[in-house]
């Protein structure tokens, strides 16, 4: 028998809703079936399934299991924690399958499933199966269906905190916005051997002091008044979930994922020079110069940590990262977007240096950049169509046009990028120059292109 869900929910890399307007228990429940029969289809036996701490997710998550249970796996709950570590678990414990229940870096009303089968982050096709399976009402009924219960943060601790050594300590402030990380961040830094001032640290859905999306400068003002204030090396953002990262240095700056990645790719070129590096769309083209400057090869590609991790598996990258905070290391870790364990490994960077972390960031290079700017098109038609008349224009003159995702145009002194986002109705856009010179000729000839698609779009440049 087949029930009617929203389509609009199954997204790119994962399943996204409002609570009680397009994701409800019922949903999950049939979430969990269509999930169920792909797994023993795949003769997959077990799931591991954790949940995030909005204040819907205890609900979403025992009708998930209801479904699950239903088509015969085991079921290993785990409670509340952070996504990397019921990735973690799955890898561990459960044969690579695993279900996170939860709504990401999104408003509190929203909520959400990121889902792991065979090893692999289900994204796009492998989603929308989902989707006409319960369409189609192919949901078999099966026996054998049980349910355990399993502690698996202090062997997510252990074991990550084995792995990291630091030359000497740093003063860090752990800001994890009352999301889920907080079950196991604090805790992670303690154990490396750093001072700890921690900032929201207490798991509470209202996010009452400001939203935990670490990609948005606003939601970083604590931070960085904390690190200013206390005089410390570093801040650690995590977004919801705790699979995306932000950064504040000791001046109270931001530095933003591309910059982190430069590090990162320092880190592991050094042992393993030659291999390839991947990274997206959004990413400053300083990152490709240094990749390439330290022995490795640049990979651009389409934004989504689903995508990312697909394309970092095909290439046999070791490395990747995007610029909203999911990193993914597959030297010494999982392959897995885990924002804790990408904080440690910044840390262990920069204690190797006698630098302070501000004159380490103050080495790489740099231009004038944005952060991300969205920009929301009015009418009816939606981003898409938006995106496909702006994509219908020719392309510029005297410059290196990528169509990988979305439109992005590189100059010498500097690149454009405007994408349809694929998690908010929303474009989403970034610019960098050379000099504020060029950052604003570059501006302009994207905001004489966008508006001759809209002249009523509110652009915030």
């Given at each position: 028998?087949?029930?009617?869900?929203?389509?609009?929910?199954f997204?790119?890399?994962?399943?996204r809703?409002?609570?009680?307007?397009?994701?409800?228990?019922?949903?999950?429940?049939?979430?969990?079936?269509?999930?169920?029969?792909e797994?023993r289809?795949?003769?997959?036996?077990?799931?591991?399934?954790?949940?995030?701490?909005?204040?819907?997710?205890?609900?979403?998550?025992?009708?998930?299991?209801?479904?699950?249970?239903?088509?015969?796996?085991?079921?290993?709950?785990?409670?509340c924690?952070?996504?990397?570590?019921?990735?973690?678990?799955?890898?561990?414990?459960?044969?690579?399958?695993?279900?996170?229940?939860?709504g990401?870096?999104?408003?509190?009303?929203?909520?959400?499933?990121?889902?792991?089968?065979?090893?692999?982050?289900?994204h796009?096709?492998?989603?929308?199966?989902?989707?006409?399976r319960?369409?189609?009402?192919?949901?078999?009924?099966?026996?054998?269906?049980?349910?355990?219960?399993?502690k698996?943060?202090?062997?997510?601790?252990n074991?990550?905190?084995?792995?990291?050594?630091?030359?000497?300590?740093?003063?860090?402030?752990?800001?994890?916005?009352?999301?889920?990380?907080?079950?196991?961040?604090?805790?992670?830094?303690?154990?490396?051997?750093?001072?700890?001032?921690?900032?929201?640290?207490?798991?509470?859905?209202?996010?009452?002091?400001?939203?935990?999306?670490?990609?948005?400068?606003?939601?970083?003002?604590?931070?960085?008044?904390?690190?200013?204030?206390?005089?410390?090396?570093?801040?650690?953002?995590?977004?919801?979930?705790?699979?995306?990262?932000?950064?504040?240095?000791?001046?109270?700056?931001?530095?933003?994922?591309?910059?982190?990645?430069?590090?990162?790719?320092?880190?592991?070129?050094?042992?393993?020079?030659?291999?390839?590096?991947?990274?997206?769309?959004?990413?400053?083209?300083?990152?490709?110069?240094?990749?390439?400057?330290?022995?490795?090869?640049?990979?651009m590609?389409?934004?989504?940590?689903?995508?990312?991790?697909?394309?970092?598996?095909?290439?046999?990258?070791?490395?990747?990262?995007?610029?909203?905070?999911?990193?993914?290391?597959?030297?010494?870790?999982?392959?897995?977007?885990?924002?804790?364990?990408a904080?440690?490994?910044?840390?262990?960077?920069?204690?190797?240096?006698?630098?302070?972390?501000?004159?380490?960031?103050?080495?790489l290079?740099?231009?004038?950049?944005?952060?991300?700017?969205?920009?929301?098109?009015?009418?009816?038609?939606?981003?898409?169509?938006?995106?496909?008349?702006?994509?219908?224009e020719?392309?510029?003159?005297?410059?290196?046009?990528?169509?990988?995702?979305?439109?992005?145009?590189?100059?010498?002194?500097?690149?454009?990028?405007v994408?349809?986002?694929?998690?908010?109705?929303?474009?989403t856009?970034?610019?960098?120059?050379?000099?504020?010179?060029?950052?604003?000729?570059?501006?302009?000839?994207?905001?004489?292109?966008?508006?001759?698609?809209?002249?009523?779009?509110?652009?915030?440049?």
């Open positions: 028998m087949s029930m009617s869900v929203d389509p609009g929910i997204r790119a890399y994962d399943i809703g409002v609570v009680g307007e397009r994701l409800n228990p019922d949903t999950a429940r049939a979430i969990g079936r269509a999930y169920g029969a797994a289809e795949l003769e997959v036996a077990r799931v591991a399934v954790g949940r995030d701490g909005r204040l819907s997710s205890p609900e979403l998550e025992s009708a998930l299991i209801e479904g699950l249970l239903a088509s015969g796996l085991r079921v290993i709950r785990l409670g924690l952070p996504t990397p570590v019921t990735y973690y678990a799955a890898l561990r414990q459960a044969d690579g399958n695993g279900i996170m229940v939860t990401s870096h999104n408003p509190p009303a929203y909520n959400g499933f990121k889902l792991m089968l065979a090893g692999r982050t289900l796009q096709e492998t989603v929308q199966r989902l989707r006409r319960i369409d189609e009402g192919r949901l078999p009924v099966a026996p054998g269906g049980t349910l355990e219960t399993a698996v943060c202090g062997d997510y601790l074991e990550l905190c084995a792995d990291i050594h630091l030359d000497r300590p740093l003063r860090v402030a752990v800001d994890c916005g009352h999301g889920a990380a907080a079950v196991v961040a604090p805790e992670v830094f303690q154990r490396l051997g750093c001072e700890v001032i921690p900032l929201y640290c207490d798991v509470d859905g209202h996010f009452p002091h400001h939203h935990p999306d670490p990609s948005r400068p606003e939601n970083l003002e604590d931070l960085r008044r904390a690190v200013q204030s206390g005089g410390l090396d570093l801040g650690l953002a995590f977004d919801g979930d705790g699979d995306r990262l932000g950064v504040v240095d000791g001046q109270g700056r931001i530095q933003w994922p591309d910059r982190l990645m430069m590090c990162f790719a320092a880190d592991v070129l050094a042992r393993h020079p030659g291999t390839p590096v991947v990274f997206d769309v959004k990413c400053s083209h300083h990152l490709a110069q240094r990749i390439r400057a330290l022995g490795g090869v640049p990979e590609w389409r934004t989504g940590h689903s995508l990312l991790k697909a394309r970092m598996e095909e290439i046999g990258a070791l490395l990747a990262g995007e610029m909203s905070g999911h990193v993914f290391f597959r030297d010494r870790w999982l392959g897995v977007d885990d924002a804790i364990y904080g440690a490994r910044l840390l262990e960077y920069l204690a190797r240096d006698d630098r302070s972390a501000a004159q380490v960031f103050d080495a290079p740099q231009g004038c950049h944005t952060p991300e700017l969205l920009v929301t098109p009015g009418g009816e038609e939606g981003h898409g169509a938006f995106m496909a008349r702006f994509l219908s020719p392309d510029p003159e005297g410059a290196r046009v990528n169509r990988i995702d979305g439109l992005r145009v590189d100059f010498d002194d500097g690149w454009g990028l994408r349809a986002s694929n998690t908010t109705p929303c474009l856009l970034r610019f960098e120059g050379a000099s504020p010179q060029a950052l604003a000729r570059i501006q302009a000839l994207f905001r004489e292109r966008l508006l001759a698609v809209d002249p009523e779009l509110e652009l915030p440049f």
